[in-house]
C-alpha cells in the first residue's frame, strides 16, 4: 500500500474515531440537539447523583414532612444509566455501514424509545420488582426478553458483532442446561429464571459491571473530556515535545510522554491514538521514522495508557468489586508494572533512534549548563516535597480548626490557588493548537509551554489527592475533581483576559460555558460504548454465576495444561487475546475474568503455587489490551496507519513487537509478586522498582538487538538470562539456598514449633471440592505464637492423628484457617516450613549486574572502534 493513498484527512479521522466510540450518525436539526441535550442530560444526572446533593435534598423534604424519595440507591441509578445508554446508542450508531449517516430512520427513533423504557423498567416497576421477590410476572418476562434482545442489538452496532455472540451463545447454553454433556449439566434453563437473573435482579445486566459503569466509570470519562476540553490535551502534548524533543529521536521520546499523559484521562486507546498522533507521527516521520514504525509507537504508548493508574480504562474500578480491595490497594499493585513498562518504551524508541543515528530538534536557546540545570531540578524536587508536607499537614491543620466546615475553607484554599496560577500562567503565550504538517524545525521554549497551563494541574491534584489521601470512594474524588473543572471551564478565558487587560468579560463568560456544555456532551457520548459493554457483559457473568461452570471449567482448564501452571497461563493469554480482537477492553476484561481467574488461582492452589486473585485479574487486563496492538484486527494499528499513512498490518506487527515488554510483565508477576509490591515495606518496594526498571531496560535491549552496539546471538542470550535473573532471582536461590524446607504430614507439628514468625508457610491438604470430588491444593497459612500448640490455636484448627495420618478435626468459624480454605476431615499431606536462615535472593543482583556491565563495556569498546575506523 503507498503512503498517500493510505494517509487519512482530518475529517476522516474524527469519523474514525466517532464510529468507533461514540457513533458515525451525524443528523441534523432537531435529532441533533436532541441529541447534544440528552448527553448532557446523562453527564448532569451522572453528577447529581455522585454529589451530597441528593441526601441534602432528602434530608430538607424530610424536615418538612415530605415524602418524596430523591436519594437514588444504585440499583436505580444503574437503570437510569442503562436507559440514557440505550437511547443514545439507537440514535448515534447506524443499524448498517449503509444505512443513513444524516438523518434517524423510523425504526431507530421507536428502538431508542423503547430501549430507554426497557432500560428505565427496573427503576419505574423497582418497587413491585422487589416486593415479587424472585417470581416474576408476565410483563416482567416480557419485558425482559425484550429488554435483553435490545441490548444484543444496541451491542452489535455500538461494539460489533463478536460481543454479542458471545452473550447469545452464554444464553442458549443457560436454555441448553439438561441436554449438555455431564461435566457442564445443569438445571437452570427455566425463563423465569433466566429472565430474573438477567433483568430483574444485580446478578445479571445490572450487575456489578453496569454498577461500576455507573458509580465511577462515568465520572472519570466525563473528567477526561472535560479536562480536554479545557485545553489540557494539547498542553500535555506540547510540554512533552518542548521537555523531550532535543533528546535523540525526541518527538518519538515525547510521543511516548504525550500519549501516557493523555492515557491518564482517555478511556479510549484508538480516540488517544487519533488525538496525539496526529501531532506526535508526523514529527517522528520528519526525524527519521519510518511510517509504521511512528505509528507503532503511538500505539504503543496510547494502549499503554490503559494500564496506567490512576483510572486504566475501566479495569481499576471492576478490580475493586471484583478483588474485594480497596481502590488504593489497586493502584498499588499496578503502579510498578505501568512504569516499567513505559521506561521501557522511552528506552526502545532510544535504540530505534541509536540504530538509525538520529537526532533531536533544536531548541529556541541554547540549555543552561549541567549545574543549572541540577539545582533546578533539585529546586523542583525540594519544592514538590515541600508543598506536599504542606498540604498533608496543612489540610489536617485546617479540619482541626474548622472541623465540620472545612470542606468550605478546602474549597477557598483551592480557589485562591486556581486565581494564583491562572495570573502567573497569564504572563505567558497561550497555548495554539499547531498544524501537525507544517514544518517544525525549533521546539517550543520549555519556560513558556510548562506555564502557560499550570492550571490544568489543579484538578488532577484535586483528583488524585482525594484518591491517595483523602481515601474517598473514586467515584466521590472524580466528582470533586469534575467539580473543579467546571469551574475552571467557567471561568479561565474571563480570568485570563482579566490578568491580560483584554476585556470581553461577558463574551469570555459565554464561551467558558460552552466549552462546559461540549465537555458534558463529549463525556456522555463517549460512555455509550462503555455503558453497553458493561451490561452486555453483565449477561455473561449472570449465567457463569446460575450455572456454576466454574468448578468444570477449572477441571476442564486442568486437564488440558496438565496442571501445568504456565501452560495454563499461556491459553489464558491467547483467549484473552483472541476475545480482545472482537471485545472492547472494559468487556474483555469482564468475560475473561468472570470465567478463568478463579480458574487459575484454583488450579495454581491445587499444582503448588498460591497466586493472588489480584495478580490474576491484572493478567487477565494486560492481555486484553494488547489486543487494541495486535494484527490482524488491532483497531489502534488500523487508526495509527490512517494518520501515518503506513501498511496498518505492518505497523500491528511492529506494535506488538515493541508491546513486547508489556506482555512479559503478566507472567513475571504472577511467579514474583514483589512486582505488585505485595507484602513488601516501602524500602523493598524501592528496591523492586529499581531492579524492576534495569531488567525491563534489559530485556528491551535483547528485543531490540541493540545495547551499546549491536548484539550478537550469545550477547541475546545472555542479556536475557540476566533480565530474567533481576526479575525472578528466587527461581534460581531456591535451587541454591532454599528459603522453605519441606516436611512430612507426620513431622508438621515439630518443625511448625521452630519455624520464625514473619513469614508463611505452605500447607498441603486433601479433601474434597465444593461438588464433592477428591482435591489436592495448596494454602498459606500465618505464623503466630510461641509454641507450636499456640499456633494451631491462632490459626483456629484442631489437628488429630488417625490411623498414621494429620486431619483437621476442627475450624474455627472466621479463622485464618477457615478463610484458607480448611475444613473437617481434611488430611494435611505435606508442609513447606520457612527456613530461620537462608541466603537472600536479592544476591543474585550482584553477579547479574557484573555480567552486564562486563557485556555494556566489551560493547562500548566494540563501538568505539567502529566510529574510528568509519573516521579514518
Given at each position: 500500500m503507498s503512503t498517500k493513498t493510505n494517509q487519512m484527512s482530518e475529517t476522516e479521522l474524527q469519523d474514525l474515531v466517532a464510529s468507533t466510540d461514540t457513533g458515525g450518525r451525524n443528523p441534523g436539526g432537531f435529532p441533533a440537539k436532541l441529541i447534544i441535550w440528552v448527553a448532557i442530560a446523562w453527564s448532569l444526572f451522572q453528577l447529581y447523583f455522585s454529589s451530597p446533593l441528593p441526601f441534602i435534598f432528602q434530608a430538607w423534604l424530610n424536615g418538612q414532612g415530605i415524602s418524596l424519595n430523591v436519594a437514588l440507591d444504585d440499583t436505580?441509578?444503574?437503570?437510569?444509566?442503562?436507559?440514557?445508554?440505550?437511547?443514545?446508542?439507537?440514535?448515534?450508531?447506524?443499524?448498517?455501514?449503509?444505512?443513513?449517516?444524516?438523518?434517524?430512520?423510523?425504526?431507530?427513533w421507536g428502538l431508542a424509545v423503547i430501549g430507554a423504557f426497557l432500560g428505565a423498567y427496573y427503576f419505574i416497576f423497582y418497587h413491585g420488582i422487589v416486593n415479587r421477590l424472585g417470581t416474576p410476572n408476565t410483563m416482567d418476562i416480557i419485558a425482559g426478553i425484550a429488554g435483553i434482545l435490545i441490548l444484543l442489538e444496541a451491542t452489535r452496532r455500538a461494539l460489533g458483532l463478536p460481543l454479542a455472540i458471545i452473550a447469545i451463545v452464554f444464553i442458549l447454553f443457560n436454555f441448553a442446561g439438561p441436554h449438555l454433556p455431564q461435566l457442564v449439566a445443569h438445571n437452570a434453563n427455566r425463563i423465569t429464571t433466566i429472565i430474573n437473573q438477567q433483568w430483574l435482579t444485580t446478578e445479571g445486566v445490572f450487575g456489578i459491571a453496569l454498577g461500576v459503569s455507573t458509580k465511577f466509570v462515568f465520572l472519570f470519562v466525563l473528567f477526561g473530556a472535560l479536562l480536554d476540553k479545557a485545553g489540557a490535551g494539547n498542553y500535555f502534548i506540547k510540554t512533552a515535545f518542548s521537555l523531550m524533543g532535543h533528546f535523540r529521536g525526541g518527538p518519538a521520546k515525547a510521543a511516548v510522554i504525550a500519549s501516557a499523559s493523555t492515557g491518564l484521562i482517555s478511556g479510549s486507546s484508538i480516540a488517544n491514538v487519533v488525538t496525539t498522533g496526529t501531532f506526535t507521527i508526523p514529527m517522528m516521520k520528519r526525524v527519521g521514522f519510518s511510517s509504521e514504525k511512528s505509528g507503532a509507537v503511538?500505539?504503543?504508548?496510547?494502549?499503554?495508557?490503559?494500564?496506567?493508574?490512576?483510572?486504566?480504562?475501566?479495569?481499576?474500578?471492576?478490580?475493586?468489586?471484583?478483588?474485594?480491595?480497596?481502590?488504593?490497594e489497586v493502584v498499588k499493585h499496578a503502579i510498578i508494572p505501568a512504569l516499567i513498562s513505559y521506561i521501557a518504551l522511552v528506552y526502545i524508541v532510544h535504540l530505534e533512534a541509536l540504530k538509525a543515528g538520529m537526532k533531536g530538534l533544536d531548541r529556541p536557546k541554547a540549555p543552561p549548563p549541567v549545574l543549572t540545570r541540577l539545582f533546578i531540578w533539585a529546586t523542583i524536587i525540594v519544592g514538590i516535597l515541600i508543598l506536599s508536607v504542606v498540604l498533608k499537614y496543612g489540610l489536617g491543620f485546617i479540619k482541626d480548626i474548622f472541623k465540620d466546615q472545612s470542606l468550605y475553607a478546602v474549597a477557598v484554599l483551592i480557589l485562591g490557588a486556581y486565581i494564583g496560577l491562572a495570573w502567573w500562567c497569564a504572563k505567558f503565550p497561550v497555548l495554539e493548537l499547531d498544524d501537525p504538517n507544517s514544518e517544525v524545525t525549533v521546539l517550543p521554549s520549555v519556560k513558556e509551554t510548562v506555564n502557560s497551563g499550570l492550571h490544568f494541574l489543579l484538578p488532577v491534584v484535586v483528583l488524585i489527592w482525594c484518591l491517595m489521601v483523602e481515601r474517598m470512594s473514586p467515584g466521590a474524588s472524580a466528582y470533586w475533581g469534575a467539580v473543579t473543572l467546571i469551574f475552571i471551564l467557567l471561568t479561565q478565558r474571563a480570568l485570563f483576559a482579566f490578568f491580560r487587560n483584554q476585556g470581553?468579560?461577558?463574551?469570555?463568560?459565554?464561551?467558558?460555558?460552552?466549552?462546559?456544555?461540549?465537555?458534558?456532551?463529549t463525556g456522555a457520548r463517549n460512555m455509550i460504548g462503555i455503558a453497553i459493554a458493561t451490561a452486555t457483559a453483565g449477561i455473561i457473568v449472570g449465567v457463569v454465576a446460575l450455572t456454576n461452570i466454574g468448578a468444570p471449567l477449572a477441571q476442564v482448564v486442568e486437564i488440558i495444561s496438565g496442571g501445568n501452571i504456565?501452560?495454563?497461563?499461556?491459553?489464558?493469554?491467547?483467549?484473552?487475546?483472541?476475545?480482545?480482537?472482537?471485545?472492547?477492553?472494559?468487556?474483555?476484561?469482564?468475560?475473561?475474568?468472570?470465567?478463568?481467574?478463579?480458574?487459575?488461582?484454583?488450579?495454581?492452589?491445587?499444582?503448588?503455587?498460591?497466586?493472588?486473585?489480584?495478580?490474576?485479574?491484572?493478567?487477565?487486563?494486560?492481555?486484553?489490551?494488547?489486543?487494541d496492538v495486535t494484527p490482524p484486527v488491532g483497531l489502534a494499528s488500523f487508526a495509527a496507519a490512517a494518520v501515518s499513512g503506513g501498511d496498518p498490518i505492518k505497523t500491528g506487527f511492529i506494535a506488538f513487537f515493541y508491546s513486547l515488554r508489556t506482555a512479559i510483565l503478566p507472567f513475571l508477576f504472577i511467579f514474583n509478586t514483589d512486582l505488585l509490591l505485595i507484602d513488601v515495606t516501602a524500602a523493598q518496594g524501592v528496591l523492586v522498582f529499581i531492579v524492576a526498571t534495569v531488567a525491563i531496560l534489559v530485556f528491551t535491549a535483547a528485543s531490540q538487538a541493540y545495547f551499546f552496539d549491536r548484539c550478537n546471538i550469545v550477547e541475546i542470550l545472555v542479556l536475557l538470562l540476566i533480565a530474567f535473573t533481576l526479575f525472578r532471582p528466587g527461581f534460581f536461590m531456591e535451587r541454591i539456598s532454599p528459603s522453605y524446607d519441606t516436611v512430612n504430614a507426620s513431622d508438621f507439628v515439630s518443625a511448625l514449633a521452630d519455624a520464625p514468625t514473619d513469614r508463611e508457610m505452605i500447607v498441603e491438604i486433601s479433601g474434597l471440592s465444593d461438588i464433592g470430588e477428591p482435591i489436592t491444593f495448596y494454602t498459606p497459612l500465618p505464623i503466630a505464637g510461641a509454641s507450636a500448640e499456640e499456633r494451631l490455636d491462632n490459626l483456629g484448627v484442631?489437628?488429630?492423628?488417625?490411623?498414621?495420618?494429620?486431619?483437621?478435626?476442627?475450624?474455627?468459624?472466621?479463622s485464618p484457617a477457615k478463610k484458607a480454605g480448611l475444613d473437617w476431615d481434611q488430611e494435611i499431606l505435606s508442609a513447606r516450613i520457612p527456613k530461620a536462615s537462608y541466603l537472600p535472593k536479592e544476591l543474585l543482583y550482584i553477579p547479574a549486574l557484573g555480567v552486564l556491565a562486563a557485556i555494556g563495556f566489551l560493547q562500548a569498546k566494540r563501538r568505539r572502534k567502529k566510529l574510528a575506523a568509519a573516521t579514518i
Open positions: 436505580k441509578a444503574r437503570s437510569i444509566h442503562l436507559a440514557f445508554a440505550l437511547f443514545l446508542a439507537f440514535l448515534s450508531y447506524p443499524a448498517f455501514k449503509f444505512s443513513p449517516r444524516h438523518k434517524i430512520p423510523v425504526p431507530d503511538e500505539v504503543a504508548s496510547s494502549v499503554n495508557g490503559q494500564i496506567m493508574p490512576p483510572v486504566m480504562g475501566a479495569a481499576a474500578f471492576l478490580m475493586i468489586e471484583y478483588v474485594g480491595i480497596s481502590y488504593f470581553e468579560y461577558g463574551n469570555n463568560l459565554k464561551l467558558g460555558f460552552a466549552d462546559l456544555l461540549s465537555g458534558l456532551e504456565l501452560v495454563m497461563l499461556i491459553m489464558v493469554a491467547f483467549l484473552s487475546l483472541i476475545l480482545g480482537m472482537g471485545l472492547p477492553t472494559t468487556a474483555n476484561y469482564i468475560v475473561v475474568s468472570s470465567l478463568l481467574a478463579t480458574v487459575v488461582v484454583e488450579v495454581g492452589r491445587q499444582n503448588g503455587l498460591v497466586v493472588p486473585l489480584i495478580a490474576v485479574h491484572l493478567f487477565v487486563f494486560y492481555f486484553g489490551i494488547m489486543a484442631t489437628l488429630i492423628n488417625k490411623d498414621g495420618k494429620v486431619i483437621v478435626d476442627d475450624v474455627t468459624f472466621d
